[in-house]
């Protein structure tokens, strides 16, 4: 063992030869700044994409003879050029809030079956599976919604107006299709589905396994398990997962694009044709509008923007929180 | 102490015992196939009600036999064993009716897809464009919208794959303090951003500036869709990278951007090509910016800076909107195109995750 300390050891070189600039730091800064620099380059293309759109929508709602919010028409290139917002929101909106009453219970359900309910040999391949549907390209929803899904939900929208047009939104006053915010709402809870679903699965996967058993300990049923520890633990991560949800279907196009037949009216009977959304009417009215008009289009996707912004935002924003109290990733 | 509780317990215990009969292990209960039993019964039902009353739509058989489904579990768990019971195979049941109810309109696109998709896809339709071709005449192919989409998707990864890179690198590996705290945010949100409004974006500069539409506009708002994602997936692959390797390199007076170079960023490769094509997948297939920047073209363009391209999803769109039995066909075919490249590209960069996953450090 002596001898290994008695090794010859070179003699350190008496003076370092290399300056201080050449031990590698001038490399260090020049990699920093360029990493620093991409991120900081994001935050400027945030911010750009704000002021872009801010610039050009504010030149166009300057000429805008109607009132921005609560007009029903979208005409700028009449004379004078009128166009609102009024019918878009109203269609957004409602057909977001039908695919989240529908795909968030259905997505909370399936994460369970996954993470709780499923054979454990089977769980793995299924949550790869629920990961691989979120790849599916929206215009490939769009076609299936239009061609395939709407002949389908013609007898169940009868049926609903049958059994409860009493409630004034089921409704069906005109005949028609179904290319109604219904049969929107129902698409965009399917293109949802995915996303919501996977987010929520891994929050159930990171329950304390100790206040499960301990549940069990005490005689709990299964479902007795997961109401008294799963779901209080995940609730903050099924909204957040909610929210994420909401944040595509807000922004979805294509989907809606295809499916609806829009209409510029305003109508709580969601299962009559008619409506639009923000993205479906940029996508709809793009191909004839002229500059003005492309500046008017801009304005509402603006609009978009500072709603899926705040939505996305507010769900991180619970994301983060939970994870500073859970412990649950340590 | 404790001796004298614990025989209070047991002094306890045989009272309640023998009068109780429902609680115990030795209780009735359901055999093992009735959930089954239930479903067979329930759909059966569903059927012969719906026949009866003539109801067309299979939308309709389906919820039916669900909520049939459902009370028959409850009601027969109830009566046989109890209400504790009862509930817990309802919540048993409600579950796996969202598994299946969820299961059957995905299954329903991917079969679709296929059986309609095959039907015209062949080695004519990949190798022939739109020109000249009427919607209503049923030949055609996809070939520009292929070289368009390969296109404009490789530019928009060749910008947003070094850019994401090193973001992630800034935020694993340097970033503290307010910056990479907005950094991280800011990504997070922008993974939201509708594909729409980063086509608006690009189409105010084009306005402004007074560009032409092309390949490049679309691959531009691409880019802005696939960095973020980009980001956020390296970002995961650079935190499992364990410590001790940059410790260890670091230690041997190695500066601390070869150490990234050389010991960080080879040992997340894996996961980060995955990310990235992941990613590619995302944004393959994206409609609405190409809509607005590329516009659409029968014709080959192969220069993605000059003039209007196509891409598969735009051709699917376009072809959709025209209306006709024979577009129709394309659309499908071409969708068939769109799902297996983003299918494989996924399947693969799944492959290669597991294949080099990194050497944790246990």
């Not at chain 1, 004034?168 to 949802?192: H, Q, W």
């Not at chain 2, 001796?3 to 317990?9: G, I």
Request: proline share 5%.
């Amino acid at each position: 063992m002596a001898s290994t300390t008695q090794l010859d050891i070179p003699p350190a070189p008496p003076a370092r030869p290399r300056r201080p600039g050449s031990t590698g730091r001038a490399g260090d800064k020049i990699f920093l700044s360029l990493s620093r620099g991409s991120g900081i380059l994001l935050l400027l293309i945030m911010a750009s994409i704000a002021v872009f759109l801010s610039y050009r929508a504010a030149t166009a709602i300057s000429k805008d003879e109607g009132n921005f919010f609560t007009t029903f028409d979208w005409n700028p290139a009449g004379d004078p050029p009128v166009f609102g917002i009024a019918v878009l929101l109203f269609g957004t909106v409602v057909s977001s809030i039908i695919a989240m009453v529908i795909a968030v219970p259905v997505a909370v359900g399936i994460a369970l079956f996954i993470s709780h309910y499923a054979p454990r040999k089977l769980a793995a391949p299924l949550a790869y599976v629920v990961d691989l549907l979120a790849a599916v390209p929206s215009i490939v929803y769009g076609i299936w919604g239009a061609l395939v899904l709407v002949p389908y939900l013609e007898g169940l929208n009868l049926w609903l107006d049958q059994f409860f047009g009493w409630t004034y939104i089921f409704e069906k006053t005109e005949v028609g299709v179904a290319r109604s915010l219904f049969t929107v709402g129902i698409l965009l809870a399917i293109m949802i589905l995915p996303i919501v679903t996977s987010v929520s699965r891994e929050v159930f996967l990171q329950v304390p396994k100790m206040n499960e058993e301990a549940a069990l300990a005490l005689g709990a049923t299964r479902w007795e398990v997961i109401r008294l520890s799963v779901l209080p633990f995940g609730r903050s991560g099924i909204i957040s997962a909610s929210m994420l949800g909401l944040g595509r279907a807000l922004g979805e196009t294509m989907a809606v694009a295809t499916v609806l037949s829009p209409s510029f009216l305003i109508s709580l009977h969601v299962l009559n044709p008619g409506g639009g959304t923000f993205a479906q009417n940029i996508a709809a009215k793009f191909g004839e509008a002229d500059a003005f008009g492309r500046d008017a289009l801009i304005a509402s996707g603006l609009v978009l923007f500072v709603l899926t912004l705040l939505v996305n935002g507010a769900a991180r924003l619970i994301i983060a929180r939970r994870k500073e109290y859970s412990g649950a990733n340590a | 102490m404790s001796n004298a509780t614990t025989t209070d317990v047991r002094d306890q215990r045989p009272q309640t015992r023998p009068g109780t009969h429902g609680t115990g292990l030795s209780s009735r209960s359901l055999p093992r196939w009735a959930p089954l039993g239930f479903a067979a019964v329930s759909v059966a039902l569903a059927v012969g009600i719906s026949t009866a009353a003539g109801w067309q739509s299979r939308v309709q058989w389906g919820l039916i036999a669900a909520l049939l489904f459902l009370a028959i579990s409850y009601v027969a768990t109830t009566v046989v064993e109890n209400q504790r019971q009862a509930k817990d195979r309802l919540a048993t049941s409600v579950v796996w009716v969202c598994f299946l109810a969820a299961v059957v309109p995905l299954a329903s696109l991917l079969w679709t897809t296929v059986s309609r998709g095959s039907e015209r896809l062949d080695g004519y339709f990949l190798s022939h464009s739109m020109a000249g071709v009427l919607g209503s005449e049923a030949t055609g192919g996809v070939y520009h919208a292929l070289i368009g989409t390969l296109e404009q998707v490789g530019i928009a990864t060749v910008i947003s794959a070094p850019l994401g890179l090193l973001t992630a690198v800034y935020l694993v590996e340097y970033g503290k303090g307010g910056l990479a705290r907005a950094v991280t945010f800011f990504v997070d949100v922008m993974t939201g951003i509708p594909s729409i409004v980063a086509g608006l974006f690009i189409l105010s500069i084009m306005l402004i500036a007074g560009l032409e539409p092309s390949g490049l506009m679309g691959a531009l708002a691409l880019t802005i869709l696939m960095i973020p994602v980009v980001v956020r997936s390296t970002e995961e692959m650079l935190k499992l990278v364990p410590n001790e390797l940059r410790e260890a390199s670091l230690a041997l007076g190695i500066p601390k951007w070869r150490t990234i170079l050389k010991v960080v960023l080879p040992t997340a490769i894996g996961g980060i090509t995955t990310g990235v094509m992941l990613a590619i997948a995302r944004i393959a297939g994206e409609t609405a910016p190409i809509i607005l920047l590329v516009f659409g073209s029968q014709l080959i363009n192969t220069n993605p800076f000059e003039g209007a391209q196509s891409s598969l999803p735009f051709y699917i769109y376009e072809q959709y909107k025209i209306g006709e039995a024979a577009s129709y066909d394309r659309a499908w075919a071409a969708a068939l195109v769109l799902i297996a490249f983003v299918m494989i590209l996924n399947l693969v960069a799944r492959g290669i995750a597991r294949w080099k996953a990194p050497k944790t450090g246990r």
